[in-house]
């Protein structure tokens, strides 16, 4: 039968660290800023335990815990770890969608999911030492809620006889498309369940949510038909900055090529897709627009390829002019074969 799995890392940021420093483990600790202005990006479940979470202030954490590590935040390590995980993931998979760093969804076909599921986490516990857990249904919506059911190291299966228990007692932030403000504004009329939604009537909900309204009446009826998606229907991915300061020094403009190459690639590995078309823009201090493309004989995704091919492209023309804002797109995007990924 046809299956949906979400995935997602334990932890994630706090998992790698303890990777490199086994020392942390059974510590409370937590990734983020050091300073106490700072805020914590992410904390290990030790950490939990005192209350502290993503977002919490570094001051307000150690007033909870005194014994707190704080760890500086390195993405480039997390992002070789994503890799890892998720290239032996996606092995498995029919079709697969990265969304996170940290979490992607998969299709695939099994006979016994539950058994499947302890499979991964355990082989990618053993070769990547990163936990997961894992949420197993017949939507995005229902997976996703239920891989942070029995976090961490969790597997949770949510079958359709099980939506008429779940759903009604699940609070609305909870649900796919009710996000923080819109939670708020339910709450302040009495609305705090899925259950006091489910008594509303779906033109009610269009005046609340707008064109949301729609997907969300089908979501609290356990409908989600969004599909996994390997490569999101993108047709090019752009970034671009404008300077507080015009400039004509090429090795500024080169600097912010590299920061702008830096995101791409992030976005490229969330999305799990490559691209043969680079192009940059320059927007001079008389707001005149130049752009230049080439097409490769290969794809690339990484920020080294996309920052090189930019400055080729910015040596070609950029004349020595003022420039307000620099920016870099792909396109001829395509999905990444998994022979490629297993050579990085
Ligand atoms: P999450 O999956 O939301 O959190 P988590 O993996 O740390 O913990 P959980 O076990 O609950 O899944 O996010 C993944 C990583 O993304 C997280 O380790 C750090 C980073 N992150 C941010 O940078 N900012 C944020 O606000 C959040 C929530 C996470
Ligand atoms: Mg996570």
């Not at 030790?46 to 005194?66: N, Q, T, Y």
């Not at 995980?85 to 996170?100: C, G, I, K, P, T």
């Not at 507080?244 to 702008?260: A, W």
């Not at 400055?311 to 070609?316: I, R, S």
């Amino acid at each position: 039968m046809k299956y949906i799995l979400h995935i997602d890392c334990d932890a994630f940021y706090a998992s790698c660290e303890e990777i490199r420093n086994p020392k942390l483990k059974k510590k409370p600790m937590a990734v983020g800023g050091l300073t106490n202005k700072s805020i914590i990006t992410t904390a290990n479940y030790e950490a939990r335990k005192f209350g502290i979470h993503s977002a919490m202030p570094v001051f307000m954490a150690r007033d909870l815990c005194p014994n707190l590590i704080l760890v500086k935040v390195n993405h480039p390590y997390y992002k070789d770890k994503s890799i890892e995980v998720f290239s032996l993931v996606r092995q498995y998979a029919r079709v697969f969608e990265q969304v996170s760093i940290d979490e992607a969804y998969i299709e695939v076909d099994l006979e016994n999911p539950l058994d499947f599921a302890k499979n991964l986490q355990e082989e990618i516990l053993t070769k990547t030492h990163i936990p997961i857990s894992i949420g197993i249904s017949y939507n995005k919506f229902l997976a996703k809620l239920a891989s942070d059911w029995n976090k961490p190291y969790g597997i949770k299966y949510i079958g359709k006889d099980d939506v008429g228990d779940i759903l009604p007692n699940l609070p609305v932030g909870k649900v796919h498309g009710i996000g923080r403000r819109a939670t708020e504004k339910l709450n302040r009329i009495g609305i705090y369940k899925v259950a006091d939604l489910l008594k509303l009537d779906k033109i009610f909900l269009e005046e609340l949510f707008g064109k949301g309204g729609d997907y969300i009446y089908g979501v609290i009826g356990g409908i989600d038909e969004r599909p996994v998606n390997p490569t999101r229907d993108r047709k090019s991915i752009g970034k671009e900055r404008t300077f507080s300061k015009n400039t004509n020094e090429v090795e500024i403009l080169k600097k912010y090529l590299r920061k702008i190459s830096d995101l791409i690639e992030i976005e490229m590995i969330k999305k799990d897709i490559q691209a043969k078309t680079v192009s940059i823009k320059l927007k001079d201090e008389n707001f005149r627009n130049q752009t230049r493309s080439l097409t490769l004989q290969e794809p690339i995704y990484l920020a080294n390829d996309i920052y090189d091919e930019a400055v080729n492209l910015l040596n070609e023309v950029f004349k020595g002019e003022y420039i307000r804002l620099i920016g870099i797109s792909l396109s001829s995007l395509s999905a990444r074969d998994m022979n490629q990924l297993s050579f990085l």
